[in-house]
């Protein structure tokens, strides 16, 4: 009798924990959904990890403003880009912690505009925050690197209401949406589509600039303590494991990129020895026409921005990072490059065509 009731038991627990995964598995986005793919952004790197020589960080202006395929296609660069909506620089950290598990590169490459954010409450309200953070964290593998990422990230409101647990199971954040489930969500329910190529989003439309982008003026542009805290970490990590730690600001109009920022990235990059890349700086030298490579009037790139930019990026990385080699004739690497570059090609047909 007692083996039959724990027999019972045990398959009892066994129903009740499948039913839980799989309502959790229905009920967290899929972001698949055009408007909303770059939350599967962080989850694609690990069918892609090892042998990038270059990986990126950063927020939307890496992933889509920087074309990997272009910088193979033009140099033999191979690259990554672990980009997320809004990432924070200690998210940026985390998840180049997490990277370095998987493989090692030659350059690591951290776009600064998130230095402005000195904290979460800096960046959005508590619920685009919370939703920014899902799209830079849940994709994540499970690690003390994603643990310590979500210590740090976690708003106020997140930490009152189930905290790093909702993280551990993403059912107790989730389980409301029944009224938003779709035919996606049962679409991708244990699948998902590829949505980038080597961590860029691409885009196609245009959407040229009208006039100028203004900004309310702040009290204090000075980074906070805790972004120049990771900023150092990313630093002393790519020190410790000999890779090159290369700054760089994305040409994009919006948000603006203030002197008061400048300077302090210069002094920093200045008193470390560091390569930083302010491509403002360099518009007319990339041929970057904002009537024609942008798709939302200068807050981000096109592809045809995109591929304009690394273009040129591309060049300087090979001038600045001597680790840095073409690896077109390393037909190890090549092959695996032609499928990407095919994949890529089909993408921008596809997407030119409007399908």
Not at 63 to 90: D, K
Not at 116 to 144: L, P, Q, V
Not at 264 to 284: F, M, P, R, S, T
Request: aromatic share 14%; hydrophobic share 40%.
């Amino acid at each position: 009798m007692k083996k039959k009731l724990i027999a019972i038991i045990a398959i009892t627990v066994i129903i009740v924990a499948a039913a839980l995964l799989f309502f959790q598995a229905l009920l967290v986005p899929k972001y698949m959904g055009e408007a909303f793919k770059e939350g599967a952004l962080i989850a694609e790197y690990y069918d892609n990890a090892g042998d990038n020589d270059v990986l990126f960080v950063g927020d939307c202006e890496v992933y889509e403003n920087v074309s990997p395929i272009t910088l193979w296609e033009e140099y033999g660069i191979t690259s990554y880009i672990r980009g997320s909506a809004q990432q924070l620089t200690w998210q940026s950290y985390y998840l180049l912690e997490d990277m370095l598990k998987y493989e090692k590169p030659k350059v690591i490459i951290f776009n600064v505009l998130a230095m402005k954010y000195g904290s979460w409450k800096e960046a959005g309200t508590k619920a685009e925050r919370e939703a920014y953070n899902r799209m830079s964290i849940d994709g994540m593998r499970w690690s003390k690197a994603k643990w310590d990422c979500i210590q740090v990230s976690m708003t106020d409101e997140e930490r009152e209401n189930g905290g790093a647990w909702s993280y551990i199971f993403p059912l107790l954040r989730f389980h409301s949406r029944w009224d938003e489930v779709s035919a996606e969500d049962w679409q991708y329910l244990f699948h998902r589509d590829q949505v980038s190529d080597n961590g860029y989003l691409m885009k196609t439309g245009v959407v040229p600039v009208e006039g100028e982008y203004h900004d309310m003026p702040l009290a204090d542009y000075t980074f906070s303590d805790l972004v120049i805290e990771y900023l150092d970490k990313m630093r002393v990590l790519c020190e410790e494991n000999d890779i090159q730690f290369v700054l760089m600001k994305a040409p994009t109009l919006y948000p603006i990129w203030h002197d008061e920022y400048e300077e302090q990235v210069e002094a920093y990059a200045e008193k470390y020895g560091l390569v930083y890349i302010n491509l403002l700086e360099h518009i007319e030298d990339m041929g970057i026409d904002w009537q024609t490579d942008t798709y939302d009037a200068g807050l981000h790139l096109n592809v045809y921005g995109a591929e304009k930019l690394s273009h040129y990026l591309g060049q300087v990385l090979m001038d600045e990072c001597p680790g840095l080699e073409d690896r077109r004739t390393d037909e190890s690497v090549s092959g695996k490059w032609a499928l990407k570059v095919e994949k890529y090609m089909n993408r921008k047909n596809a997407l030119e065509k409007g399908e």
